[in-house]
């Protein structure tokens, strides 16, 4: 038997209930590409394909008031931003479809799979897994989360820990009490340049808005990484690859209360909501920050201006 049928054959698949897998549609080599790739290591039944969001077609993309000739050639990695959240939200309704669901993998179709290190976790998983309070785990991430304690004071999980954010969604275990919690926060299409003007993207979300708040925890070294030299189709970048790179330190309100007392606990809380505030007026009054060396898009101004005259 070899590694890729032990590892279908292991408890971890029996414990997850569904993978689901968002794909653009036309994105038909990617997709082959991720399935010959889990044959054999993923049971092919569990496998659901999520229709992805594109970002560049959604309403609003390059107008009046969030792009601008300001944003330039950074308008499509804003498109990518909300094609990524709204595609996500797409994946958690379709899980809260099947009530028989209680644990999921969602991957982007760029997530590749180290199965000898899976199967040396398979038993930590296991354990993990059975846990009555943990409602996150990101199997996959760029760069190096920061430790924030084991799971528990008498278990020991030598590879799981709790973290204090990560970026990259495109491998996370989800448990169905936390869909819903995390759905009430992402966006409709209606909304989804709102929520980018004040949240910038659904990894940076989780890591600032969702994970100080709930049992959200990191597996190391992941099982799960993005595929090599493979361009977004969604935000036409590459990956992101970040060696030993952290990310940001954060603490809930009553972490905060626990260590500085309740009053500096609520400046926190405020100081996080003034960021988000200023982030969405400075987005609203002058159109998504494109950075310093952004090359502007040929007609962003003139359509810019004809949406301001039409607006005006």
């Known amino acids: 038997m070899t590694d890729r049928d032990e590892a279908c054959r292991s408890t971890l698949w029996e414990q997850i209930d569904a993978v ?6 036309g994105s038909t080599e990617r997709w082959e590409k991720l399935m010959n790739h889990l044959e054999g290591a993923v049971p092919l039944e569990k ?3 999520i229709p992805a969001v594109r970002g560049t077609e959604l309403p609003g993309y390059l107008s009046h008031p969030w792009f601008t000739a300001r944003t330039g050639d950074r308008a499509r990695t804003c498109a990518g931003a909300a094609g990524c959240v709204l595609s996500h939200a797409r994946a958690l309704q379709y899980a809260l479809e099947h009530e028989d669901w209680q644990v999921i993998l969602v991957l982007e179709d760029d997530a590749r799979l180290d199965v000898e290190r ?5 038993p930590q998983f296991q354990d993990f897994m059975h846990d009555p309070r943990w409602e996150l785990l990101y199997v996959g991430y760029h760069g190096e989360p920061l430790y924030a304690g084991k799971l528990g004071k008498q278990r020991d999980f030598f590879n ?13 275990l989800l448990h169905r009490r936390a869909w819903r919690k995390i759905l009430q926060g992402l966006p409709d299409h209606r909304h989804v340049w709102t929520w980018i003007a004040q949240y910038k993207a659904i990894d940076y979300w989780l ?3 969702f ?5 959200v925890f990191y597996v190391t070294p992941a099982p799960w990484h993005c595929a090599e030299n493979m361009v977004s189709d969604i935000s036409g970048n590459m990956p992101i690859k970040v060696e030993k790179a952290k990310a940001a330190r954060l603490w809930s309100v009553s972490r905060w209360r626990k260590k500085h007392g309740f009053f500096l606990s609520l400046c926190r809380w405020v100081g996080m909501q003034g960021d988000r505030v200023i982030r969405w007026v400075s987005c609203r ?3 998504f920050s494109g950075g310093k060396n952004a090359e502007p898009i040929h007609g962003m101004s ?6 301001d005259h039409e607006a005006g």
């Open 47 to 49: 496998i659901h394909r």
């Open 20 to 25: 689901l897998v968002i794909n653009l549609d």
């Open 118 to 122: 899976l199967e040396r976790m398979a």
């Open 285 to 287: 009054s002058r159109g």
């Open 207 to 209: 890591q600032r808005w």
């Open 160 to 172: 799981i820990y709790r973290c204090s954010g990560v970026l990259g969604t495109f491998s996370m």
């Open 211 to 215: 994970t100080p708040f709930h049992e």
């Open 302 to 307: 003139n359509q810019c201006s004809k949406n």
